[in-house]
């Protein structure tokens, strides 16, 4: 399994961004799929993810602002991202596993990563 994330950039404090990551290899329309986020220096944070069954988790901060979809027929995983701050800048990593519920926020939990997508929130 491959996962290829997409769709970072620049985008100024208030604005959107919507982050892909193309699966490619054996289908994962039945793992749970996540997005977590990293600023050097630090370590790995959980975004939000979903499962198979579309259920979606999301770290507090994010609530309200972050949506996290999945399109099993085109094997792709999006991250709306709306209101974004300057705090929200970091690398954004997608993952796929077996993760279940309570451990969906652990990084340990997902099998598979992307290579990275750099976001940068201006000020």
């Known amino acids: 399994v491959q996962l290829q994330a997409c769709g970072g950039g620049l985008v100024q404090t208030g604005g959107s961004l919507r982050l892909s990551c193309a699966v490619s290899?054996?289908?994962?329309?039945?793992?749970?799929m996540g997005w977590f986020r990293q600023i050097p220096g630090k370590e790995r944070e959980f975004v939000g993810a979903?499962?198979?069954?579309?259920?979606?988790r999301y770290a507090d901060s994010m609530k309200g602002r972050f949506s996290v979809s999945r399109d099993n027929a085109k094997n792709t995983l999006y991250l709306q991202m709306n209101s974004l701050k300057p705090e929200d800048t970091a690398v954004y990593y997608c993952?796929?596993?077996?993760?279940?519920?309570?451990?969906?926020?652990?990084?340990?939990?997902?099998?598979?990563w992307g290579q990275g997508t750099q976001v940068t929130v201006s000020s």
């Open positions: 993952a796929a596993g077996r993760a279940i519920w309570s451990a969906m926020v652990n990084s340990n939990s997902y099998n598979y």
């Open positions: 979903i499962k198979w069954d579309s259920g979606t």
């Open positions: 290899g054996p289908s994962v329309s039945r793992s749970t």
